[in-house]
T-cell receptor, first 110, second 112 residues
C-alpha cells in the first residue's frame, strides 16, 4: 500500500519568513495530492491540492510543487503570518482512499 | 452550503461500553470516509463508502468496529465493546468525485 512520510514534524519561523513542508510517497499510482490545515480545535481544511499532471500550483501565498519522478511534493508558504500557525497534513490518493502524513506543527513567531 | 457534521464532538466512555458516532456528509456527496487520529500520529484510513456500499474497509482495526450508511446519506460508526486503544479523534470526510474531500470537525473519543 501507499506510505506517505512528512517532514519536519515541527517548524518555527519568524513572521514574514517562508515555510516549507515536504512529503514523499511510495505508490506511483497516486495521482492526487491535497494539503490540509488544521487549526487548534477545528476541522482539517483543504488549502491547496495538485494532480499528477501538474508540476506546480500557486494560490496567493501558498504553493505546492510535485516531482513525480522522485515521488515527493512540497508545500511552500511565503510571507508567513501568525494566523498560518496550525498543523499541516499532506496526503496522497489514487482515487480511492487518502493516505496522510503525520502532520507538521507550524508556529509563526510574531 | 452545510459542511460535514459529526456527533458527538466528545465522548467519554468506560472500557467495555458501546459508542456510536454519527457523520452527516455534505448533501450530494456519494463518497464518505472514516478516519482516525491516535495520539498525534497520522490520520489513518478506516473505511470508504460509495453511497450505501462499502468500497474499502481495509482500515477497520477489528470486528469491534461496525460502520453503516443506510440509504447512502448519513453514516454511523459503532465501537462495541470499546477498548482503551480505541481512544482518539475520529474524522469523517465526504467528497463528490474522489477528490477534494471535506472533513468534519471530528469526534474525540476517550475510553477510560
Amino acid at each position: 500500500g501507499e506510505n506517505v512520510e512528512q517532514h519536519p514534524s515541527t517548524l518555527s519561523v519568524q513572521e514574514g519568513d517562508s515555510a516549507v513542508i515536504k512529503c514523499t510517497y511510495s505508490d506511483s499510482a497516486s495521482n492526487y495530492f491535497p494539503w490540509y490545515k488544521q487549526e487548534l480545535g477545528k476541522r482539517p481544511q483543504l488549502i491547496i491540492d495538485i494532480r499528477s499532471n501538474v508540476g506546480e500550483k500557486k494560490d496567493q501565498r501558498i504553493a505546492v510543487t510535485l516531482n513525480k519522478t522522485a515521488k515527493h511534493f512540497s508545500l511552500h508558504i511565503t510571507e508567513t503570518q501568525p494566523e498560518d500557525s496550525a498543523v499541516y497534513f499532506c496526503a496522497a490518493s489514487n482515487g480511492n482512499q487518502f493516505y496522510f502524513g503525520t502532520g507538521t506543527s507550524l508556529t509563526v513567531i510574531p | 452550503e452545510a459542511g460535514v457534521t459529526q456527533f458527538p464532538s466528545h465522548s467519554v466512555i468506560e472500557k467495555g461500553q458501546t459508542v456510536t458516532l454519527r457523520c452527516d456528509p455534505i448533501s450530494g456527496h456519494d463518497n464518505l470516509y472514516w478516519y482516525r487520529r491516535v495520539m498525534g500520529k497520522e490520520i489513518k484510513f478506516l473505511l470508504h463508502f460509495v453511497k450505501e456500499s462499502k468500497q474499502d474497509e481495509s482500515g477497520m482495526p477489528n470486528n469491534r468496529f461496525l460502520a453503516e450508511r443506510t440509504g447512502g446519506t448519513y453514516s454511523t460508526l459503532k465501537v462495541q465493546p470499546a477498548e482503551l486503544e480505541d481512544s482518539g479523534v475520529y474524522f469523517c470526510a465526504s467528497s463528490q468525485a474522489r477528490f477534494k474531500a471535506f472533513f468534519g470537525q471530528g469526534t474525540r473519543l476517550t475510553v477510560v
